[in-house]
């Protein structure tokens, strides 16, 4: 069975500055992705960034990208120029390649406020 | 695009009373999964439908909780009798077929169980 594991209940950081939230994973799957999802106040998850585990390069999207250590089972999210609007869980997210379509397994998240 | 749509957004029941939770996903998804999220147990996928036929049910809690997709543009999740224990926030989320599938998820339903 896959686990996610989010070391980081909470986080803090001033508005401009980079933040790094941490996710491990556990699985015996050589082919898989793992995203990060945000779930701001409103409730809504929305995806951040996907990464799919046969890429060695790592995933960017604008001020987000990820540091994706296979090896390590190590898929940390950083945030450049944090703005208040990063407030939010974080949730790092596993997904088995192809088979069961519901294989989505998430760790318990971060909270992250960002201070201005 | 509306996006996946869930109704209603909070819900305030008494014990023993019959819960019932409505999603309508976006329009072409072949997939639609219902989650969980409480503080104790984070979110926990309860059930999913591909073509409106339940896949995996593994999830579901027990016997109270049944979910239906009668078609492809609704579903529903249904706790009898409900119990405390089963406040929560639920989330429906729908996806298109294919090797990479995104999950996008609705505003979810926040439920309170008196």
């Known amino acids: 069975a896959q686990t996610v594991t989010q070391s980081q209940p909470e986080m803090s950081v001033q508005e401009a500055e980079t933040v790094t939230l941490s996710c491990t994973y556990d699985?015996?799957?050589?082919?898989?992705?793992l995203f990060w999802y945000k779930q701001p106040p409103s409730r809504q998850m929305i995806l951040v960034i996907r990464?799919?585990?046969?890429?060695?390069q790592n995933a960017t999207e604008n001020r987000f990208s990820v540091n994706f250590q296979k090896a390590a089972k190590s898929f940390s999210l950083k945030i450049s120029d944090s703005q208040l609007g990063d407030t939010a869980m974080y949730f790092c997210?596993?997904?088995?390649?192809?088979?069961?379509?519901?294989?989505?397994?998430f760790g318990k998240g971060t909270k992250l406020s960002v201070k201005p | 695009d509306a996006g996946v749509i869930q109704s209603p957004r909070h819900e305030v029941t008494e014990m023993g009373q019959e819960v019932t939770l409505r999603c309508k996903p976006i329009?072409?998804?072949?997939?639609l999964f219902w989650y969980r999220q409480t503080m104790m147990r984070g979110l926990e996928l309860l059930i999913y439908?591909?073509?409106?036929?339940?896949?995996?049910d593994s999830g579901m809690p027990e016997d109270r909780f049944s979910a239906k997709m009668p078609n492809a543009s609704f579903s529903t999740l249904k706790i009898q009798p409900s119990e405390p224990r089963d406040s929560a926030v639920y989330f429906c989320?729908?996806?298109?077929?294919?090797?990479?599938?995104?999950?996008?998820f609705g505003p979810g339903t926040r439920l309170t169980v008196l």
């Open positions: 989320a729908s996806s298109p077929a294919g090797e990479w599938n995104e999950q996008f």
């Open positions: 699985t015996s799957e050589s082919n898989y992705y």
């Open positions: 990464q799919e585990a046969y890429k060695q």
């Open positions: 997210a596993f997904m088995k390649y192809g088979g069961s379509q519901g294989n989505l397994i």
């Open positions: 329009s072409g998804h072949d997939y």
């Open positions: 439908f591909n073509n409106n036929v339940p896949i995996d």
